[in-house]
DNA sequence: AAGGATACCGGTAACGTTACCGGTAATGGT
DNA sequence: ACCATTACCGGTAACGTTACCGGTATCCTT
C-alpha cells in the first residue's frame, strides 16, 4: 500500500493519453467552444481516468484569475472567527468562487501590520483574486487585487471595509440597564489597542453621562476578550466595598468569564447581579440564564465581505467603501431591574 | 483613495530597484549563503520598502516545496470542524509550515469522492506539500504530495489515517446508562453512510448485548448529526407509548436537540431522562445541565494530523499508518440513575 | 608572482498553465 | 472550379520564481 509516489499528473500526460495537443486540453477544461463534441468528450474521459486537476499555482500564474477567495485571519478557531467564517461560507456556496482560509496559525495577540501585508501579498496575484482581512493592523496593502477589511483596526481605513456601529450597541446595552435602575455599572473592556474596544467604552462613557451618572475609574476593567482574564477581573469588581449591580461585558466571551466568577463566589445571576454581553455568539444562547447581549451581526460581516470583493473583482465600484452595520439589543434572562 | 491598482511587483522590480540580478533576489530570499552582507541588507531594504512579497504560486510551482500545509473539510464552521481546526492550528503554530484551509463552501451532505480527489490534486503539487482531508468519502488520491486522513469514511483506507475508537466509545456510554439502571434505552444515530456512525450503532448494540437486553427497533432514530433533526428523532422517541429513560445522542449537536425537546417537552433532564452525547464540543460544559458525553479527543485528532503530515513531507516513514485515538467518557450532571 | 581556492553574482532554463497566433481541412457560395 | 469563410487544433511565448551552471574578482598559499 501507499505506493502512489506515481509523479502528479500534468496537462501533458492527459494530452499524450487523449493524443491531441496540451492547447486542446486546456480549451476544454476552460470550455471555450473551439473544440469539436467528439474530442471533448474523448478528453474529459480522459481527464476523469487519470484523476487530473489542473494545478491551481500554474494556472493562476497564467491567466491571472483563478476563481479563488482568500481569507486571512489571526486564529482561525477563536468564536468570532468563526461566526465570520459562518457568513463567508454561506455566501461563497452561493457565488462561482472558492475559498482558501490562510493562517500560520499565530495566536499572539498582536500580529504585526508587517506580517499581514506579506499575507496578503502572498496570497493575492499567484492564487486569489481578492482577499478579505479580518481585524487588520494594518490596512495599506500593495497588492494588485482587491481587498476587503472586516472589523479593520484603524478608524479610516484606505481599503473598502465593513464596521459595526460598537459605540451604539454599547450605548443601548447602557440603556438598557440604567432603565432597569442599575446605577454602579462595571465595565470589563477588551485589548485597549483594539478599535472596537475603545469604541465601545466611549459607548459606555456615554451613557453614563447621558443618565447623568459620574464616570467611576474602579469600575473599569482591562480585559483582553478572553474569559480566563475576564474571570480575575470580575473578582476584582465584586470584592470592591460597593461592588456593580450589574456588569457590561464588551465581547461575550468576556461575559462567560463574568459567569464563571459570578458562580465561584456564589453571586447569583441575575438576581444580584445584571450581566449584558457583545457579539450574541450561538453560544451565548446555552449560557445559563440565557445571555443579554448586544447583536453585531458577525455573520452578516462575513456574508457581505465576500458580496463587496465579488463586486470588486469584477471591477464593478461599491455603493459605499465603509458598509456599516447596524447592531441591536437581544434580551434573554441575564439581567434584573435593580430597586 | 483607494488607487492601488499599481500592479503587483515581483522579484524583478526588487532586483532593479536594489540593482543586482533577480537571482541574487531569489537568494536573499531563500537565505542562501552565497551573498555579500551589504548586498543582503540593501535587498532585504528594498523588499521592505516596496512591500514585496514572493508570489507562493510561482514558487511552488519551481521549487516543488511551498511550507504550506493544505486542509480539506467539508464544512469550516461546523462545531466538528472547529475542534479539529483547533488542534490543527496549535500544532501548526509550532511548526516551520503555514496553513491554508480550503473549502467550496458547500455544505450539502455528500460531497463526492470525485471533488475531493479534485480538491486535493489542486492544492497538492501546486501550492501545499501535503494535505490533511477530514472525513473524506474518498482514500485513494492520485498526488505526488503525502496525504492525511481524519476520521475517513473507509473501513480501511489505503492512505495514512486517524481514527477514534467510536465502538468503544459507545460502549462505554452504554455501560455507564446500563449500570445506571436504564433499560429502555433510545439511540438517535448520524447519517448512517457515515462510518463513524455505524460504528457508534455497533457500540449501543454490543452494549444492550452483554447486558441481556433485547434490541428494540423503535428505540432507534435515525437522525443526521444536526441539532434540528434530532429534535425531531427525539419527539417521536418520547410520545413512544413506552419511552426510553434515557437517550444515546451520536454526538454532541444531536444531544442539544435532545434538550431542545425535552424542554419543549417539559421533560426533566436528569430527573425523567438521562443523555449521553459523543465528541465532548466546549459547549457541552455550557448546556443546563452539563452535558455527559464520550470525548474523542477531536483537538488531538488535528494536532496528530500535522506532526504526522510533516514527517512523511520529509521523507520520514510512520510508526503506524492507522492512528486510533482512545475515546473516554466524561461524566457530567446529564445522568441520573434508573430505579 | 603564479596558481588555485573562494566569495559573490548573473544568465539561462524550467516548473504547468493559458493567451495568442497561425495553419489545415472542410464547408459554403458563386 | 475557385475563393472565402468557418471549424478545429497545434505551436510558441509568457506568467514569477528557483536550480543550476558558469564567470569574474578577490584572497590565500607557497
Do not use: W
Not at 469539436?36 to 476523469?48: G, L, M, N, S
Not at 463567508?88 to 499581514?116: C, F, P
Not at 499575507?119 to 495599506?140: K, R, Y
Not at 484603524?154 to 432597569?180: F, K, V, W
Amino acid at each position: 500500500m501507499m505506493e502512489q509516489i506515481r509523479k502528479a499528473i500534468t496537462i501533458h500526460d492527459v494530452a499524450a493519453a487523449a493524443g491531441v495537443s496540451v492547447s486542446t486540453v486546456s480549451r476544454v477544461l476552460n470550455d471555450k467552444d473551439d473544440v469539436a463534441a467528439e474530442t471533448y468528450e474523448r478528453v474529459q474521459q480522459v481527464i476523469a481516468e487519470l484523476g487530473y486537476a489542473s494545478s491551481l499555482a500554474a494556472r493562476g500564474m497564467r491567466s491571472r484569475r483563478t476563481n479563488v477567495i482568500g481569507l486571512i485571519m489571526p486564529d482561525v478557531a477563536a468564536p468570532y472567527s468563526v461566526a465570520v467564517l459562518q457568513g463567508i461560507n454561506r455566501a461563497i456556496a452561493q457565488s462561482d468562487y472558492d475559498l482558501i482560509v490562510y493562517t500560520n496559525g499565530d495566536v499572539r495577540k498582536n500580529a504585526s501590520a508587517a506580517q499581514e501585508s506579506y499575507f496578503v501579498s502572498l496570497l493575492n496575484g499567484s492564487i486569489t483574486d481578492g482577499v478579505i482581512v479580518v481585524t487588520p493592523v494594518a490596512t495599506n496593502f500593495s497588492t494588485a487585487a482587491p481587498i476587503v477589511a472586516i472589523d479593520p483596526n484603524n478608524e479610516s481605513p484606505d481599503c473598502p471595509a465593513i464596521i459595526s456601529t460598537n459605540r451604539d450597541g454599547a450605548l443601548q446595552a447602557m440603556n438598557y440597564l440604567i432603565g432597569l435602575g442599575h446605577r454602579r455599572i462595571g465595565f470589563i473592556n477588551g485589548r485597549s489597542e483594539l478599535v472596537s474596544a475603545s469604541r465601545r467604552l466611549r459607548g459606555y462613557r456615554d451613557g453614563l453621562a447621558a443618565a447623568g451618572i459620574p464616570f467611576n475609574e474602579n469600575l473599569i476593567e482591562i480585559g483582553d476578550y478572553t474569559t480566563e482574564t475576564a474571570r480575575i477581573c470580575t473578582h476584582r469588581l465584586l470584592q470592591l466595598d460597593d461592588p456593580p449591580t450589574a456588569i457590561f461585558a464588551a465581547n461575550d466571551q468576556t461575559a462567560m468569564g463574568v459567569y464563571q466568577a459570578a458562580q465561584e463566589r456564589k453571586v447569583l445571576i441575575p438576581e444580584e447581579l445584571s450581566v449584558v454581553g457583545f457579539d450574541n455568539l450561538r453560544e451565548s444562547v446555552f449560557l445559563n440564564p440565557a445571555l443579554t447581549t448586544v447583536d453585531q451581526f458577525i455573520s452578516e460581516m462575513g456574508s457581505i465581505a465576500v458580496e463587496m470583493i465579488v463586486k470588486l473583482i469584477n471591477g464593478k465600484t461599491l455603493e459605499t467603501d465603509l458598509h456599516k452595520i447596524q447592531t441591536q439589543l437581544v434580551i434573554r434572562d441575564s439581567c434584573k431591574s435593580f430597586v
